[in-house]
């Protein structure tokens, strides 16, 4: 019985092995946070036209504080999409969903500083949809629902303008006991005048470095035939 019990739990083990293999994409170690490229695409009308739009999706992992993200790249004073001078604020989270038990009516999502919330639009005290704020920022997030974001206790306010790429500061990663947990945390947008090639991005605490595309001079911008437009969505994350 008992070698039946250790070959039992061998077995679980590999399974929960492969599981998480499969939850982190290939470069990233077990256990690491990392960004992920949601889309990226050329604004062809609006105020930001002549532009482009990228969309980076921020993953948890079981050994990450996940304290700061980092993208690296030239002239990023070039921002469109900032305000008060060098902040970053179009970015949703697990707080502007309501996710991880911080509701909206406990008074710890600042709702009133997201582009978005995501709101009951129907009655029936179930949220359902974004609802866009009043901030200059205003927009809808059209790449996940708020069910999508799992980690509650991740606070990503706004990001911060440096002068070699942007950073993300998770002010409450300290303080909370899910601060190491896989999941989808926040996914944020940048536009920008150059177009797509490969900066670096950095999580920081048990995270992780990788190339990504992002905003980069020419003449090192990618070809957007060759990457098929760009439109890259993310492989979901079962």
Not at 101 to 108: D, P
Not at 137 to 151: K, P, Q, S, V
Request: contains cysteine; proline residues 5%; aromatic residues 14%.
């Amino acid at each position: 019985m008992k070698l039946e019990r250790v070959f039992i739990l061998a077995i679980l083990a590999i399974g929960i092995s492969i599981a998480k293999a499969d939850y982190y994409p290939p470069g990233v170690p077990v256990g690491a946070s990392w960004v992920e490229l949601v889309e990226c695409s050329f604004i062809s009308s609006g105020p930001e036209a002549g532009n482009y739009e990228y969309i980076y999706d921020v993953w948890g992992g079981s050994n990450s504080w996940l304290r700061y993200i980092t993208l690296v790249f030239e002239d990023s004073d070039l921002t469109v999409n900032v305000w008060d001078g060098t902040r970053l604020r179009q970015n949703w989270t697990a707080m502007s969903a309501g996710v991880g038990g911080l509701l909206h009516a406990s008074g710890y999502t600042y709702p009133e500083i997201w582009p978005s919330n995501w709101e009951d639009t129907d009655g029936d005290a179930v949220a359902d949809a974004w609802v866009p704020t009043t901030n200059d920022w205003a927009m809808l997030n059209r790449w996940h629902d708020g069910t999508e974001y799992t980690i509650g206790e991740h606070i990503w306010t706004r990001g911060q303008v440096i002068e070699y790429g942007i950073v993300w500061e998770n002010t409450n990663s300290f303080w909370w006991a899910g601060w190491m947990a896989e999941g989808l945390s926040n996914t944020f947008r940048i536009v920008h005048p150059y177009g797509p090639g490969m900066i670096t991005y950095i999580t920081s605490q048990g995270g992780s470095t990788g190339q990504i595309i992002g905003p980069v001079p020419e003449p090192a911008t990618l070809s957007l035939l060759a990457l098929g437009g760009l439109a890259v969505l993310r492989h979901r994350r079962g």
